[in-house]
């Protein structure tokens, strides 16, 4: 069976040997064997694997999607469900820049032929604008509660440790863990999930999706729809 070198391997998947010695930190690609002086040496298993997380990348998902694939039970029914999810979030950005482009040209076509400003098409693109500045102002604000949270539990800790002073990690916990319930049920809320194996749409109880483990884009639950245990790809819940 040939063997190559990370620098081999490289070569034939034309990426860079820090990309390969990546994903290997990742542990995303593990070589199969290693030299008496240490030397990775990787498969055609491995060959054919890189070139499947190298597609992946360039369809745009992201390292930790590609990982709940490689992960999965039924990893071609969840790369599916995933690429269909892509495709509907690229769709609706083309679609919301078709009708951001569409307006922009009716007012400067407006403005050509009238020299006047159409109200009525500007009040359009900021109601368009103000979807999308909501969407992403809702991921900003959990992510700068989750850095405050980090702060506070790191910020105490130390205290405690480096002097002594217990009480502001004794006052502090308890707000920390009432944003960490308040966020992660804010969550739950947003989102459902696709079985790989039914396409059944279904939003778990908390419990599962509390404790099961996951990835930005999927998470491993049992579908209630056909029983299956393995991993679900994360849609809108509105969706």
């Known amino acids: 069976m040939p063997q190559y070198t990370t620098g081999e ?47 992946l990348k360039a369809l745009g998902l992201s390292l930790a999607s590609i990982q709940g694939i490689l992960d999965s039970d039924n990893p071609g029914r969840v790369l599916l469900l995933l690429l269909d999810e892509q495709a509907r979030r690229i769709g609706s950005e083309m679609k919301d820049m078709q009708k951001q482009l569409d307006a922009i040209r009716a007012i400067a076509e407006s403005i050509r032929h009238t020299d006047r400003i159409p109200v009525n098409s500007i009040s359009g693109i900021e109601r368009m604008m103000n ?76 419990g599962q999706f509390f404790f099961s483990s996951h990835t930005p884009r999927t998470r491993k639950l049992k579908c209630p729809a056909c029983g299956h245990t393995g991993y679900c790809v994360e849609v809108a819940s509105g969706e």
């Open 131 to 206: 979807g999308k500045k909501k969407l992403r102002g809702t991921r900003i604000a959990m992510l700068a509660v989750g850095l405050i949270m980090d702060v506070i539990e790191i910020g105490t800790a130390v205290l405690w440790i480096a002097k002594g002073i217990w009480q502001p990690f004794a006052i502090g916990m308890p707000f920390v863990i009432l944003a960490g319930v308040l966020l992660t049920r804010m969550y739950y809320k947003s989102v459902a999930y696709v079985c790989a194996e039914c396409n059944a749409k279904f939003q778990p109880v908390f």
């Open 9 to 55: 391997l490289a070569k034939l998947c034309e990426v860079s040997v820090r990309t390969v010695q990546f994903y290997d930190a990742k542990d995303l690609l593990k070589p199969s064997a290693l030299t008496e002086g240490g030397r990775r040496l990787y498969s055609d298993d491995d060959l054919n694997k890189l070139r499947l997380i190298c597609m």
